[in-house]
């Protein structure tokens, strides 16, 4: 008799199937593409767009709503304060493809204040009425050029280098609706650019936080201390969807067995799991703005959800070791019940306490001179053994703001992870301690 074996299909395990079934591949090949795009989050929309490219994801983003379009624009096209018109044009390059009413039809769907903005990054606008007109650049490799109404005159900036030309992009809008092509170009001349793009600025802020990104100085509470006492058991608070809505990118990383995905599999009720899931995805999002990152780099986010759901597990696995609650056959549920007290914010924060005395080691050991030179010597004078760079990188990760885990790969010296146990703590002070005896006898 054959001994089948199968693995359970717990709620989470459901809801992670759920999420990874919501690839750009297979939303394009569905039959009701329209319905598949519109059951899309934002977030879910703009990494699917991200993941399989934006000109392959043309079909999709002809789909997307006003609000999926934003927050694709808002995610993508800031670096921290500063609008990045260049990522604007990929995204508009992309619409342009489907014709000039597609393209016109992206742009007005946008936040008004982000159109000025484009607008004011671009070109300038002179109303030969009332303005005082320099004398054209017969220099310029685009010549100035007139509305099509006649009112406004446009010369291009000479910072600008775009797939689409902003006045490409002009002809596009004047078709598809002249007067609001024309009060657009009127009010972009009012306010100062720097002006504008603090409005921008400002509404987008407000809109990446109603898709879960803090603001930095709220990202950067998780790398803090936790509180030292066990708080009392949270409330429920009701979510937006009993339905998991994980995008993908943040799904995969959480299939592979971890202590965090133990406990997760422990919980029945759909409710408190949907809880727990947005909760993740909000620690991801907060992890991306606390780490500095974009989040246009699908490997970086990818890399970003692993590090989240390591320091988690660490975290619980600090908890329970301290509580000693933690029997060999029971870990799961005792991590289990961890989540009904510790936010999922809190579970990172202690898993990131768990590094700091391997980092306060580290910056000791520096402190010894032998050390110290050898660690700053230049790159020119280091030794050619493949182990020595792999020692460096091993210190410089466990230096930086969130001690790492690096060294570890001949093939990629510098590649980073999270710790993901005691284990691999304990296993790194050791590593630690033979490595400073060897370079200081």
Not at 22 to 47: C, M, N, S, T
Not at 279 to 284: G, L, T
Request: proline share 6%; aromatic share 8%; hydrophobic share 45%.
């Amino acid at each position: 008799m054959t001994d089948n074996k199968s693995v359970e299909l717990t709620p989470f395990r459901a809801d992670l199937i759920r999420s990874l079934s919501r690839r750009g591949e297979r939303i394009l090949a569905a039959a009701d593409l329209a319905e598949e795009v519109a059951a899309l989050e934002p977030l879910e929309a703009y990494y699917i767009a991200r993941e399989i490219g934006l000109d392959q994801a043309l079909p999709i983003l002809l789909e997307l709503s006003q609000e999926q379009l934003e927050a694709c624009i808002d995610l993508d096209c800031w670096d921290r304060y500063d609008f990045a018109v260049d990522n604007l044009d990929e995204w508009l390059t992309a619409f342009a493809l489907a014709g000039p009413e597609a393209l016109a039809m992206a742009f007005f769907s946008l936040d008004y204040v982000v159109q000025l903005l484009y607008l004011a990054k671009t070109v300038t606008v002179y109303d030969p009425d009332t303005d005082q007109v320099p004398e054209e650049d017969k220099e310029k490799d685009t010549p100035r050029a007139a509305t099509p109404d006649g009112f406004f005159l446009l010369d291009v900036k000479d910072e600008v280098a775009l797939k689409t030309h902003p006045f490409s992009l002009l002809d596009a809008l004047y078709q598809y609706d002249p007067a609001a092509s024309h009060q657009l170009l009127s009010a972009s001349r009012v306010d100062l650019p720097t002006q504008i793009e603090e409005e921008a600025l400002h509404f987008r802020n407000g809109r990446m936080q109603d898709i879960g990104f803090a603001p930095p100085e709220e990202a950067a509470v998780l790398f803090s201390r936790p509180a030292i006492r066990q708080p009392l058991p949270r409330p429920r608070k009701p979510t937006d969807s009993a339905i998991s809505r994980l995008p993908s990118v943040y799904a995969g990383p959480l299939v592979g067995t971890s202590l965090l995905q133990q406990a997760l599999s422990q919980i029945t009720d759909k409710e408190r799991l949907s809880g727990l899931e947005q909760e993740i995805v909000w620690a991801i999002n907060s992890a991306i703005i606390a780490y500095g990152e974009h989040a246009r780099d699908i490997q970086q986010i990818t890399d970003i959800a692993e590090r989240v759901r390591d320091t988690i597990s660490l975290g619980m696995e600090a908890l329970l070791v301290r509580e000693e609650n933690c029997p060999p056959d029971g870990a799961a549920a005792k991590a289990a019940d961890l989540l009904e007290v510790w936010s999922i914010t809190d579970l990172f924060r202690h898993g990131f306490a768990a590094t700091l005395g391997l980092q306060q080691e580290a910056r000791q050991s520096l402190e010894k001179p032998r050390f110290r030179a050898w660690y700053d010597l230049a790159e020119t004078n280091q030794s050619d053994e493949p182990g020595d760079r792999l020692e460096r990188a091993f210190i410089t990760a466990l230096l930086g703001r969130h001690p790492l885990h690096s060294g570890f790969d001949p093939a990629r010296a510098e590649a980073v992870k999270a710790f993901a146990s005691l284990a691999e703590i304990d296993a790194a002070h050791v590593r630690l301690k033979k490595l400073v005896g060897r370079i200081c006898r």
